[in-house]
């Protein structure tokens, strides 16, 4: 990890030139169910005009994003307003040096403490180690494998769907600390 931490912060559509680096990395784009090469523009639209309920997050150094983290969460579906999905890539010469546990801490901290979501979920490429083994760090279990799920490499693949129910609170700790807390 570096020495330096990144900054997290909500992406905007200054961005997308340096979000479209980030995912034309081979590595980075390997995880991904992204298109390789799609333009700048994709981006551009991508992020002025986001989806509701989607929450995209960068992770920057010296002020340049070099990894980014989509949270999708379903406010107009009562029955999964709980829960939200999640992707990330990591630029390429950015990878395993804290960028993607940055953009974890955050986004999880959000759904915990702000969102009001239970649950987190995400799908993983099996063979993608690294993103495996941040992700049990965070708390995430295998729930289920989709064969030949995804189209990479020329290939079909499977793909591991992670999930992560929200910690219980506990007595003390960041949830009890709130304003309107007061007895």
């Known amino acids: 990890m570096d020495a330096a931490q990144p900054t997290i912060r909500h992406a905007t559509v200054a961005d997308a030139e340096a ?45 340049e994003p070099v990894g980014m983290l989509g949270l999708h969460t379903h406010p107009d579906r009562p029955r999964v307003r709980h829960a939200a999905t999640l992707g990330m890539a990591v630029r390429d010469d950015w990878q395993g040096r804290g960028v993607g546990t940055a953009l974890m801490e955050a986004a999880l901290d959000m759904a915990d403490r702000w969102l009001q979501l239970t649950r987190v979920e995400l799908n993983v490429f099996v063979g993608n180690d690294g993103a495996l083994r941040l992700y049990r760090r965070f708390g995430f279990e295998v729930e289920g494998r989709l064969r030949q799920a995804a189209f990479c490499d020329g290939r079909l693949i499977d793909v591991l769907v992670m999930g992560r129910l929200r910690p219980p609170s506990e007595p003390g700790g960041r949830g009890d600390d709130h304003v309107g807390n007061e007895s």
């Open 19 to 63: 979000v479209s680096r980030i995912f034309a990395g081979p590595k980075a784009i390997w995880g991904t169910l992204q298109i390789p090469y799609a333009p700048v523009e994709t981006w551009r639209e991508r992020l002025s005009q986001p989806e509701r309920g989607f929450i995209p997050l960068v992770a920057c150094m010296d002020g």
